[in-house]
């Protein structure tokens, strides 16, 4: 479980400069483009990944990850102007449901009174954590806007399931899997920037690199640890996967409300109680199976 502290605590990193980018008018896609490269150099500088391995290893879900992470962002990105930050954000918090379905289904894990408690548990505590009674959602411009919210809904279940999928590969070591995922991301991000550039619809900015490496060094360590987790504890994908999104969602809740003083209903208050108890059961399953 120690890894997966790790992960949320460099997850809600990453929110927390996201949330200071926007504040402080900072282009989040060029932050988020160079942050790739910053995963890349800090992959290369402590692991020393060796090259020659690669073809052994799950070339579609490098490519899947790879095009999925930056895709996702700018799918939300418009999805936020489209739909509302609610519906956004319930989309992506109740995309839970994929990884621990696949967790059973697909990965084998053998589900007990236990599992099926903390993860009742869990799911309640993701609905009471959505800002319900946030601003209305900005009013529908499509018939089909509501296909941002089915895209957000799979894709961050989806990169859940691949990142299991890369942690259980034993071909080729994992941080060996991250560097090229990181720069499959990194030229699909870099092409989309120069796209955006060349029709004038952005300006490069060289401050956007030194944030985006800050960014990136918070990802890194974010995606490290949670699949050291996964390799971690092999025979619980869906205690890893429930845990990390209960908890990235407990703790961000923890920072808006004391650094930059968000205010939460009771409902909310409620749900980061149940997330707590969430975690513990999850954390430590043999204690709670003995009553």
Known sequence: MFYILL????SVTVSVLLKLAKRYQIDVYQAITWNY????????IFFRPHLAHLPNGPMVTYASLGILLPVLFIVIAASIKVTGIVRTDAAQRLSLFIPVLAAFLVFGENLNTTKIVSLSIGFTALICLIPWKQKRAVRRRSTFSWLYLVVIFVGMGLIDVLLKEVAKTNEVSFTDSLFIIFIIAFIVSII??????ANKQKRFSWPHIFIGWILGAANFGNILFYIKAHQALATRPASVFSTMDIGVIVLGAL???FIFREKLSRLNIAGIFLGIIAILINAFPDLFERF
Do not use: D
């Open 192 to 197: 989309g920037l120069i796209y955006l550039v």
């Open 255 to 257: 920072v808006g409300l």
């Open 37 to 44: 490269s910053a995963a890349i150099l800090l992959t290369w």
């Open 7 to 10: 992960s949320i605590c460099f």
